[in-house]
């Protein structure tokens, strides 16, 4: 009787699992998604007319490996500091300090692999890795933002000793 009984209960179950398609999310639950198809969802502004926007989910290109149908739990949303309504994916908040001292935390780093994947993804795209920015971060925080922004992620300010490089006196790039 149990058998029978857990049968029906595996079926009614499967009957009610549908795939996630980000058009069809709730805004809502769209940041950080990820669809049955194993692509990201993004949030992104809509503008219907002239001073009226409102939020859209689309399917984006980045698939993430290994994962699919998940949706982004509230407490990774909070460990990680991060916002349901965030716009897009970028890696400008990886310079950001207080950000990175939430990704790397152990309620973060440790818990929320969804979250990381995405971020660790985006650090190798500037040319860091980063389980070495957090380790850096961790043990010494404003050496991590250097050794982030050294990298090449964030160009900063051209100077020179003897003034400005004009066209003419700029190096030929092979």
Request: with cysteine; aromatic share 8%.
């Given at each position: 009787m ?96 207080h ?46 933002m ?29």
């Open positions: 149990a058998f029978i009984l857990f049968l029906f209960l595996s079926f009614l179950l499967h009957g009610a699992h549908s795939e996630i398609i980000c058009e069809e999310l709730p805004i809502g639950l769209c940041t950080l998604s990820i669809a049955s198809s194993g692509k990201r969802c993004l949030l992104e502004n809509n503008v219907k007319d002239i001073g009226n926007m409102e939020y859209q989910c689309k399917t984006s290109e980045i698939i993430v490996k290994d994962m699919n149908e998940w949706i982004e739990s509230d407490e990774c949303f909070n460990a990680c500091g991060l916002h349901r309504k965030t716009v897009g994916i970028s890696s400008d908040s990886l310079i950001e300090p950000f990175i001292a939430r990704l790397c935390s152990d309620s973060c780093y440790k818990n929320c692999p969804n979250i990381v994947d995405l971020y660790h993804n985006l650090a190798i795209g500037e040319g860091v890795f980063l389980a070495n920015l957090c380790e850096v971060h961790n043990k010494m925080p404003r050496r991590a250097m050794q982030f922004l050294s990298s090449g992620a964030a160009p900063g300010p051209v100077s020179s000793a003897d003034g400005p490089i004009s066209m003419a006196e700029a190096p030929a790039s092979i």
